[in-house]
């Protein structure tokens, strides 16, 4: 990889850089401080990729739901917990990671990425406020569901 100050080091006199839609001569501060942010920025980027390479490698459990179309006009995820007044859903799962997608016309817009134990604290926290809205839905209506407000997930 090559660093902004290692340009420097070789053009000092000869390089210029745009900075906010003007070129400017390219200094020693400006590069040591760019080259650091990257550096960083790089780091964090990591996370992500190791996350994502846990789930990918099969080295964590992941359960995953797809959402029909309703979502897009009420604003809401639907979570099972229980069917048939038995625990299920995301009560039972043994996932360590929530994945639910979001569909429209059987085609994936999208989705979220939850830790089932943060997903579980978000529903706790939000019944604890009074905030938890639960209905019955799926087939028969057997189905217990708590809907969450997209806007509100994090």
């Avoid at 995953?64 to 859903?89: A, F, H, L, M, V």
């Avoid at 019955?136 to 509100?152: A, F, R, T």
């Amino acid at each position: 990889m090559i660093k902004l100050i290692d340009i420097y080091n070789k053009y000092k006199d000869n390089a210029y850089i745009e900075h906010e839609g003007e070129w400017m001569p390219l200094e020693e501060g400006y590069c040591k401080s760019h080259d650091l942010k990257v550096k960083e920025d790089m780091l964090f980027g990591r996370i992500g990729e190791e996350f994502t390479q846990q789930l990918f490698e099969g080295n964590t459990k992941i359960e995953i739901k797809t959402e029909r179309d309703i979502w897009e006009t009420t604003g809401n995820i639907c979570i099972e917990i229980r069917y048939k007044r038995q625990p299920s859903g995301l009560s039972t799962t043994k996932a360590s990671v929530w994945i639910h997608l979001l569909s429209v016309n059987n085609v994936i817009k999208g989705g979220f990425i939850f830790k089932v134990d943060e997903l579980r604290a978000l529903i706790k926290k939000r019944q604890n406020q009074g905030k938890l809205k639960m209905v019955m839905g799926g087939d028969d209506n057997m189905s217990q569901l708590v809907l969450l407000p997209i806007k509100e997930l994090f």
